[in-house]
Nanobody, 121 residues
Framework: QVQLVESGGGFVQAGGSLRLSCAASGSIKSINDMGWYRQATGKQRELVATITSGGTTNSADSVKGRFTISRDNAKNTVYLQMNSLKLEDTAVYYC???????????????WGKGTLVTVSS
């Protein structure tokens, strides 16, 4: 059983910062890409940022220069440092991971349950 558990969400004023964490646990053999997605009320889930096992990152234009994704492979954890937060960053943030639970099995996609980030004026 694999779990992705997010933490670090909460309330913050516009212009402030938050750091999200997501720890993967369970019977994990290897983790490929990890990432963060978000879903605002009434909107579709959208990509925020991803990072490969080698550290190559990709992020949405809307967060470039403000959000930084990183990971600690030894801890199976991915982070999202969010600075200069805006009202429009308010959303539930979901952790995503592509990982293998057996050496000869397929790479499967897993999702966390999400953590709410609320940015107020």
């Amino acid at each position: 059983q694999v779990q992705l558990v997010e933490s670090g969400g909460g309330f913050v004023q516009a212009g402030g910062s938050l750091r999200l964490s997501c720890a993967a646990s369970g019977s994990i053999k290897s983790i490929n890409d990890m990432g963060w997605y978000r879903q605002a009320t009434g909107k579709q889930r959208e990509l925020v940022a991803t990072i490969t096992s080698g550290g190559t990152t990709n992020s949405a234009d809307s967060v470039k220069g403000r959000f930084t994704i990183s990971r600690d492979n030894a801890k199976n954890t991915v982070y999202l440092q969010m600075n200069s937060l805006k009202l429009e960053d308010t959303a539930v943030y979901y952790c995503n991971g592509h990982l293998r639970t057996s050496w000869f099995g397929s790479i499967m996609e897993y999702w966390g349950k999400g953590t709410l980030v609320t940015v107020s004026s």
